[in-house]
């Protein structure tokens, strides 16, 4: 019988986080493609649009002027798809079958920088420390909102993940309950602090209990770099394709010195940190194809802040570690991307590369912008 190589055999991997499966097809992606192309993003666009709603001081679709801000820029979403409460209470159900909950809270805009042509790898340090901080900021005001039970952090990246605005900016969704996904990474989260028993040196929750993302960041930080999936770290943070990734590049960015349930609880240090770790990432995408390298990114932590809100011990909200989520959809090249189609829809997720090989493709790449290369 032949050896097992993960390389070359399909095999299936486990994600403990959301208790799901990713069919593993590394000899695939030999495959011709003759199917859908994509457009790269533009990346001659000017540092001012006077036709973008978002550009300082320029009017948007409701009539609003913006500042002319600076740094950054925060609006209620003008086209929010959640509305502030009270809402009225739901009909009466036909039948079990067909259930329904009204759902109340506030959908933010984030503007990342006044310069339209910028994205997260072409900013500074600097600029990144000031949108963690605004998203420090919104995720404790909106979570200490009578009624808010969850605060979800986002950017959608390029037109192909539905970015309808080119201009570098965010969103932040705040709900009356939490959503399908982060509820059951809390549910799996929850469920191995209470019945594992810790299996490394890794760091532990307050309560004494083991943590799935510590054990797991741990577990990975011991990988020789060259064979595992941690594509860049610092002294506080790991970014690397997990084991269990679905998109081909995909990133789990996380803090592995110690336990941290929000963003909220991060120290001056690690906050720089992340804004190190955020900068490094995105100028490897970008490097990895010559493109503005489309995403969806969304950070997974505590529900709400711990301000003013009752702990209660067996609450799943009590069980979360902060990481963040990177989903590129990009496979091949600039034009070609990964869809999630048939098989992914009916049956499971199913990837083309081993999470391995994209990490070592990333670790490959420079974070020397390639626009700066071709500057010189």
């Known amino acids: 019988m032949s050896t097992f190589d993960p390389t070359t055999n399909p095999?299936?991997?486990?994600?403990?986080?959301?208790?799901?499966?990713?069919?593993?097809?590394?000899?695939?992606?030999?495959?011709?493609?003759?199917?859908?192309?994509?457009?790269?993003?533009?990346?001659?666009l000017p540092d001012y649009d006077d036709k973008c709603y978002l550009c300082p001081g320029n009017t948007r679709m409701n009539g609003q002027k913006n500042p002319d801000y600076a740094q950054t820029f925060t609006f209620e979403n003008d086209f929010a798809a959640i509305l502030q409460g009270p809402t009225p209470a739901a009909p009466v159900s036909l039948h079990p079958l067909m259930t329904s909950e009204p759902v109340h809270g506030a959908c933010d805009v984030l503007?990342?920088?006044?310069?339209?042509?910028?994205?997260?790898?072409?900013?500074?340090?600097?600029?990144?420390?000031?949108?963690i901080s605004d998203w420090i900021r919104i995720y404790r005001m909106r979570g200490s909102q009578p009624g808010i039970e969850y605060?979800?952090?986002?950017?959608?990246?390029?037109?192909?993940?539905g970015c309808s605005n080119p201009h570098p900016h965010g969103q932040v969704w705040s709900l009356s309950a939490v959503p399908t996904i982060p509820a059951q990474e809390l549910r799996?989260?929850?469920?191995?602090?209470?019945?594992?028993?810790?299996?490394?040196?890794?760091?532990?929750?307050?309560?004494?209990?083991?943590?799935?993302?510590?054990?797991?960041?741990h577990a990975e930080s011991k990988m020789i770099s060259n064979e595992g999936r941690v594509v860049i770290s610092n002294?506080?943070?790991?970014?690397?394709?997990?084991?269990?990734?679905?998109?081909?590049?995909?990133?789990?960015?996380?803090?592995?010195?110690?336990?941290?349930?929000?963003?909220?609880d991060l120290s001056d240090e690690e906050r720089n940190a992340l804004a190190n770790i955020l900068s490094r990432l995105t100028r490897r995408y970008d490097n990895l194809f010559?493109?503005?390298?489309?995403?969806?990114?969304?950070?997974?932590?505590r529900p709400v802040p711990r301000n003013g809100v009752p702990i209660i011990p067996e609450s799943d909200i009590n069980f979360a570690h902060l990481h963040i989520h990177f989903d590129p959809p990009l496979l091949r090249s600039s034009s070609v991307r990964k869809f999630l189609v048939g098989f992914e829809l009916m049956a499971e997720s199913q990837r083309d590369l081993t999470p391995e090989q994209a990490a070592q493709r990333l670790r490959q790449c420079s974070e020397v912008h390639y626009l700066d290369h071709a500057d010189r």
């Open 188 to 217: 799996s989260m929850k469920k191995y602090a209470l019945s594992s028993g810790a299996l490394s040196e890794a760091p532990r929750r307050a309560d004494g209990n083991a943590c799935l993302l510590c054990e797991y960041a």
């Open 151 to 161: 605060v979800q952090i986002f950017e959608n990246k390029g037109t192909m993940m």
């Open 290 to 301: 010559s493109c503005s390298f489309a995403y969806s990114m969304g950070i997974h932590q």
């Open 111 to 131: 503007m990342f920088h006044p310069r339209h042509d910028l994205t997260l790898a072409r900013m500074s340090i600097k600029d990144i420390e000031f949108i």
């Open 11 to 44: 095999h299936r991997r486990f994600n403990p986080l959301t208790n799901e499966h990713v069919l593993v097809s590394p000899h695939r992606n030999r495959r011709p493609w003759l199917g859908q192309t994509e457009l790269p993003q533009a990346i001659t």
């Open 235 to 264: 002294d506080h943070w790991l970014a690397l394709v997990p084991w269990w990734a679905t998109w081909p590049f995909e990133i789990l960015a996380l803090p592995y010195r110690r336990h941290i349930e929000a963003i909220s």
